[in-house]
């Protein structure tokens, strides 16, 4: 059926059509959530064990090694990675793509359910979840009055803020950063548990045993029945005080009297400044699937509706990585329209018809409207991915319709009506615009079944792209000649002599291509000197994963020594914070110490910059690179910068079951690294030795006193840091309830005879735990990482954004890294993995893509042979691509490898436009293989040149960085224009030579094989 034809002779459907999808698509845009990346279902599970005050070595023997071995069992895993720190293990298992997530969380449940009975009793149930990309906080706010103080301010937060703000659309969790939490703190004495011989674990159990209340059965009193109740928390702090606590000999205390009961705050494990203030602060993460730009607005104005209700309290936002993801929009969108004007500007230069442009130009927004509702049916958002592809591709759409309307044109000045030029010109370029548009979505679709990571994030990429090129050849079929045959107006009238005479670049150019026809193997040679040198400059273009972009803040990492104070932390955070406010770029610094799992040696420092439009600041780049050198002064601490860009941080992992050749292979490597030229900063996971006060009671005198080491570790638990939270007595309030922790006071627990003193209950009552047992001070791993059931290490390295290629040529160049003892293995790890995943899975769907274009073109043209002229222009396009991004200075990453899958699409249009036209000439005027090529080029030249202009135009927004710059988008752009300028100029004279030369070929093999078939049209046996 003749779609064209069909469309002219009856243009109400196709016009109803289009106007409904465009309806839909406006409809869709608008539904559409703004993101960053896209929302992604990995298969990722984590399992979060906690025992406060365990050692990381204990955690790892007594849980993680049994976690891992049951999460082991099951199928599909990938990997298990666990980090141990003081009091937490957690685990990442990372299962393959193919597998549901929900049954991934499942499995790991039932398996870790298997051995829960060989962990701890006293260990919570480990927590586990699914993993997804909401990941990071979208905003941060700071929260001051001058009417509460810090402990009303954070109840203010968790109760007022906290509660509102959750019931806003798209806020997934409301996290409080800073303040503290109140608690009732009972504080022993020793002295007075000493003289009268009662311990701290006996004072906890019985306030444990009081402090609640329980159910107590039915009554019918009265002829009603009613639920007994027995009431037994304490209402106040007094009532605590005035506990009576039984003796060992019978007698009572009361409780007061021997310990001070302080209605507090719970000891700090974090605490956060702003600008040198410290505040209470408040992080927001979105749910799934919702918006970051519409969540942060219904944030924003939630705040300030509780601004309004509370005036008395100050709430000032501190941070957000919202402006980045507006920005990316803006400038997508911001693109996406001068691309578009700069594609039409392109055609009208070429047609110089308004009439002609404006037929051409619909094809835009009725091709990326559609696209719009598919995107939204699909469940894919307005992100990153799926914003470049609409962008990408704006010049491609408008190529059909270009090459439609050139044809239309060029039949109107034969003397045809605008109807009938529009019915001959659609049959006669239909075949050609079908061929041209299946191949780019032959090249577009593969890299949406990419393996790995980027196949998952690139799914999106691929369909957009694709669904809107099948759009342009909707609208190219269907608008395009019926618009023209209405609004077209018909031509002068021309002689066929004056149609046909050439101008003089036309006829330069066809002196050029019969020279390179009757000089073949010179043309040939010199096009393959031209690959050659692109291969070698290939050599001189370091690689990279993701060039870095300005995110308008700049993050550090910071690590005290193990065993630090908070406030060590503080100072050290501090110093950073002031080096990074001697920046004028810089609007405020947020520092967050420690972490609500009690580690108080981390910190992390997020300053904010002022907003980058048309460069007109520093860069973060540049900041980051000042900020390096002035951070080695701050003593004490490992100092990471970066790390909100991929390729700023590489790692290397090195994994062993030899624990001492692991740590000694480690220092190794370090050592070399850091003695490197113009490396950055190096960071090691190993060799961090945590403080550690040990324990060890002689077996007989302690089994002779009836000591379980179960009751050593209870007793001295519960006497430092008291009970686990779970199983903490509470202060029931009005609003909340309170911990009432037990415990021997902070001030008397730095004394090491305090702890040597501290009583354990035996078969004879209780003995000091200095009559059984030693105690000497030594050092443990701070932190312990395992990857699959193996101890590894890994080691850092700030790439201060020189290229990964080049950084990871000097580190294979160590020899350390290379003489490896055999019981120590190196792993993929981080930006270099993902790196190498990321080119495999291109390559491959540069293969697929290739593979998939050669399928599409023997269905349409019949033939295994004469595809083979079209893919050869692919390798032209590489050359000038790779020549652009060197003479840019660009690397070659995931953006620039983007825009050469882009090039294969575009240059095999090109070429399919030549071949095609050559074989229509042959088949209906009889013409010879030469004559018809050389027809081909004069009739075909026009559109090519057109349709390469428009994608150029199309592209130069994002090539001229207009607007907020993108270290993404520019190499992509550049890559596509460089590529696209070398190849349709050498495949306009290379594809000619191949396409005669292959014909050539079908003869003789015909011949060959005495093929019946007669190939030549009759009385055109001289082929040549």
């Known amino acids: 059926m003749n779609f064209s034809a069909w469309a002219i002779n009856r243009p109400i459907p196709p016009i109803l059509l289009f106007m409904l999808m465009c309806l839909a698509g406006l409809v869709c845009f608008k539904q559409l959530p703004i ?53 937490n293990s957690v685990s990442i298992v990372q299962f393959e793509l193919e597998v549901d997530s929900q049954q991934a969380v499942s499995d790991v449940r039932n398996a870790v359910e298997t051995v829960r009975n060989q962990l701890p009793s006293e260990m919570q149930n480990p927590v586990i979840s699914r993993m997804s990309t909401t990941g990071s906080a979208i905003l941060g706010f700071s929260v001051h009055s001058d009417m509460l103080s810090e402990t009303e301010l954070s109840w203010f937060t968790d109760n007022e803020i906290s509660k509102q703000l959750l019931t806003v659309e798209g806020v997934g969790e409301v996290k409080r950063t800073g303040g503290n939490e109140r608690e009732i703190r ?82 700090r494990n974090q ?84 009439r002609a442009t404006l037929v051409a130009s619909v094809a835009l927004p009725l091709s990326i409207l559609p696209t719009f509702a598919f995107i939204y049916f699909l469940d894919f958002q307005l992100n990153s991915i799926t914003l470049l592809g609409m962008t990408l591709i704006i010049g491609v759409l408008v190529d059909d319709a270009i090459v439609e309307i050139e044809n239309i044109e060029r039949h109107l000045h034969h003397g045809l009506t605008p109807r009938n030029a529009s019915l001959v010109a659609a049959n006669e370029i239909g075949l050609a615009v079908v061929a041209t548009t299946f191949t780019l979505v032959a090249v577009f679709l593969p890299t949406a079944f990419m393996s790995g990571m980027a196949g998952v994030f690139f799914k999106q990429f691929g369909w957009t792209a694709s669904i809107a090129v099948l759009f342009s050849l909707l609208v190219a079929r269907l608008i395009t000649p019926m618009m023209a045959a209405q609004i077209m107006r018909a031509k002068p009238t021309q002689k066929h002599t004056q149609l046909d005479s050439p101008g003089k670049v036309m006829s330069t150019y066809l002196k050029t ?181 040990t324990i060890a009671p002689y ?70 735990l200095g009559s059984f047992a030693t105690m000497s001070f030594e050092g443990g791993p701070a932190q312990i990482d395992r990857l699959d059931r193996t101890r590894t290490i890994t080691i850092k390295i700030d790439t201060m954004n020189q290229p990964l290629g080049e950084i ?19 792993v993929s790890a981080g930006d270099a993995e993902q790196q190498q995943e990321l080119f495999a899975g291109f390559g491959m769907a540069i293969l697929a893509g290739v593979l998939c274009v050669y399928v599409v073109l023997v269905l349409l043209f019949h033939d295994f042979l004469q595809p083979i002229t079209i893919l050869v222009a692919l390798p032209l396009s590489a050359g000038g691509a790779f020549l652009a991004l060197y003479i840019c200075g660009y690397s070659l990453s995931l953006s620039s490898l983007i825009g050469l899958i882009m090039l294969m699409g575009i240059v095999s249009k090109n070429s399919i436009l030549l071949v ?37 135009a199309g592209m130069l927004p994002m090539a001229l960085q207009i607007g907020v710059p993108s270290a993404f988008r520019g190499p992509m752009a550049i890559t596509v224009i460089g590529g696209l300028i070398t190849s349709t100029a050498l495949s306009l004279l290379v594809v000619p030579c191949v396409y005669v030369l292959v014909d050539k070929l079908k003869v003789r093999l015909r011949k060959l094989f005495k093929t019946q078939e007669q190939f030549e049209p009759a009385g055109h046996a001289n082929a040549s």
């Open 513 to 693: 291509v019969r020279w390179s026809l009757k000089n073949p193997k010179t043309t040939l040679v010199l096009a393959f000197v031209f690959l050659v040198m692109s291969i070698m400059l290939v050599m001189q273009i370091p690689t990279n994963f993701v060039d870095a972009d300005d995110q308008d803040q700049i993050l550090v990492s910071l690590e005290t020594q193990p065993g630090s104070q908070l406030s060590e932390t503080i100072i050290a955070a501090e110093q950073a914070g002031a080096l990074l406010e001697q920046f004028d770029e810089v609007e405020n610094v947020y520092i967050r110490a420690g972490d609500e799992n009690g580690n108080v040696t981390q910190a992390k420092i997020v300053a904010t910059l002022s907003p980058i439009v048309d460069n007109d600041r520093r860069t973060q780049q540049t900041l980051e690179g000042i900020l390096r050198e002035k951070v080695t002064l701050i003593p004490g601490a490992r100092i990471t910068i970066g790390g909100n860009n991929a390729g700023q941080v590489m790692e290397i992992g090195l994994k062993s079951d030899n624990t001492y050749a692991l740590e000694k292979a480690a220092t190794e490597i370090v050592g070399a690294l850091r003695a490197q030229p113009g490396m950055g900063n190096v960071i090691s996971s190993s060799g961090l030795m945590r403080p550690e006060l």
């Open 35 to 87: 993101q960053h990346l896209p929302d992604t279902d990995f298969p990722i599970v984590k399992v979060v064990a906690s025992l406060p005050g365990a050692s990381p070595s204990t955690l790892e023997n007594e849980v993680t090694r049994r976690l891992e071995d049951s999460i082991a069992t099951i199928g599909n895993v990938r990997h298990i990675t666990s980090t141990i720190n003081e009091g």
């Open 186 to 267: 009972i504080e022993l004495s020793p002295i007075k548990l000493a003289a009268l011989d009662i311990t701290a674990a006996d004072v906890s159990n019985q306030l444990k045993s009081l402090l609640k209340d329980a159910p107590g059965g039915e009554s019918e009193i009265g002829g009603m029945r009613q639920s007994i109740r027995t009431i037994a928390a304490a209402g106040n702090r007094d009532d605590i005080a005035a506990i009576t606590i039984t003796l060992s000999d019978g007698k009572a205390v009361r409780l007061d009297s021997i310990a001070a009961i302080k209605d507090t705050f719970a000891e």
């Open 808 to 826: 990871t040529q000097l580190i294979e160049s160590i020899p350390e890294l290379k003489n490896l003892p055999s019981s120590v293995e190196r």
């Open 699 to 768: 077996y007989d005198r302690a089994a002779e006193l009836g000591i379980t080491t179960a009751a050593i570790s209870d007793a001295i638990r519960t006497a430092t840091t008291s009970e686990y939270e779970q199983s903490l007595p509470r202060l029931n309030l009005p609003d909340r309830q309170l911990y009432v922790r037990t415990m021997i006071a902070k001030n008397d627990l730095t004394d090491v005879d305090t702890v040597r003193n501290i009583k354990v209950v035996g078969n004879s009552g209780a003995v000091p």
């Open 271 to 354: 605490l956060a400044l702003v600008n040198g203030k410290e505040s209470v602060t408040f992080e927001i993460k979105r749910a799934r699937g919702a918006s970051e730009l519409e969540t942060a607005a219904r944030v924003r104005d939630n705040i300030a509706i509780i601004q309004k209700k509370y005036p008395h309290v100050s709430i000032e936002e501190i941070f957000n990585t919202i402006s980045p993801v507006k920005n990316n929009y803006d400038a997508a969108m911001n693109t996406l329209f001068e691309g578009s004007i700069l594609a039409i500007i392109a055609v009208w230069i070429f047609l110089r018809d308004v």
């Open 916 to 952: 095609e036209f050559a074989i229509m000439s042959r088949e209906e005027k009889g013409l010879s293989r030469t004559e018809a090529i050389v027809d081909a080029c004069s009739k075909r030249a026009r559109p090519i040149i057109m349709t390469s202009f428009a994608m150029i």
